[in-house]
């Protein structure tokens, strides 16, 4: 895609708009592309993650990131921390997180982290009363 089809995205916002193959998404932030799609046996191409992949590294990444930040400013020694985010079909508002961390910690660190894992935004937002607008309109040719 050339830089002049790249729409303007502010901070904070994201645009999602079709590109031509079944089920294949553009996805704009204020300085990120990339492209959503659905497995072939769904219908689609398999370019690039599915929405509920994307909502699941979204929590992820979140709580990863927080882990992070909370380690550096309390001086704990974490190392490596992954987190495995997963979502049952049969359970479908259930997730579950299943957090690693590498490192000497002990018990009272390790329950704050666990405590903290679930103050990240992402995690905040999705088990809040969260409440969605949405408009539809027909866009002239």
């Known amino acids: 895609m050339a830089d ?3 729409p303007e995205v502010a901070v904070g916002q994201v645009l999602v708009r079709e590109s031509g ?3 294949r998404n553009e996805v704009f932030t204020h300085s990120h592309d ?17 929405p509920t ?8 990444s979140c709580i990863s990131i927080t882990l992070r930040m909370y380690a550096e400013h309390k001086g704990i020694d974490a190392g490596p921390i992954s ?6 079909k049969s359970q479908p508002t259930k997730i579950a997180v299943d957090i690693q961390v590498e490192g000497d910690l002990d018990e009272a660190q390790l ?8 103050k ?10 969260l409440e969605i607008t949405r408009t539809l309109e027909l866009k002239e040719s």
């Open 34 to 50: 990339m492209i959503v799609d659905e497995p072939v046996p769904m219908g689609g191409n398999d370019e690039g993650p599915r």
């Open 21 to 23: 193959a079944p089920y």
């Open 53 to 60: 992949e994307l909502l699941l590294s979204a929590l992820g």
């Open 83 to 88: 987190v495995a985010v997963s979502r049952d």
């Open 120 to 129: 990240c935004p992402v995690h905040k937002l999705l088990t809040s009363d």
């Open 111 to 118: 329950k704050r982290m666990r405590a903290i894992a679930g």
């Open 4 to 6: 002049t089809d790249r």
